[in-house]
């Protein structure tokens, strides 16, 4: 079992900046990836970014060059910097783990942080 505890959200203008962190405890060993998602009210939950363990980044094209995913292997910690927010970045933020028990893939998620952009 993987367990993710988002923080870090919270209400900020647009243009403003955020850093929503990830922390993983458990079966870190068997994680393979991990990412962000969101969800904003009434529509459905959508991958913003993700990383792998070896480094490599992928942004949805929304996000692209605004939010930046970086990993701190030594704390267990994944983070996600966001800056130039807009209100359209106004979502609950998942982070999200991929790992690999007893040679079967699954999905972890945390339970969700508030991120809230005002105009």
């Known amino acids: 079992q993987v367990q993710l505890v988002e923080s870090g959200g919270g209400l900020v203008q647009a243009g403003g900046s955020l850093r929503l962190s990830c922390a993983a405890s458990g079966s870190i060993f068997s994680i393979n990836g991990m990412g962000w998602y969101r969800q904003a009210p009434g529509k459905q939950r959508e991958w913003v970014v993700g990383?792998?363990?070896?480094?490599?980044?992928n942004y949805a094209d929304s996000v692209k060059g605004r939010f930046t995913i970086s990993r701190d292997n030594a704390k267990n910690k994944v983070y996600l910097q966001m800056n130039s927010l807009k209100p359209e970045d106004t979502a609950v933020y998942y982070c999200a783990a991929t790992a690999t028990v007893l040679g079967t893939s699954r999905n972890y998620w945390g339970q969700g942080t508030q991120v809230t952009v005002s105009s």
């Open positions: 990383i792998t363990n070896g480094g490599s980044r």
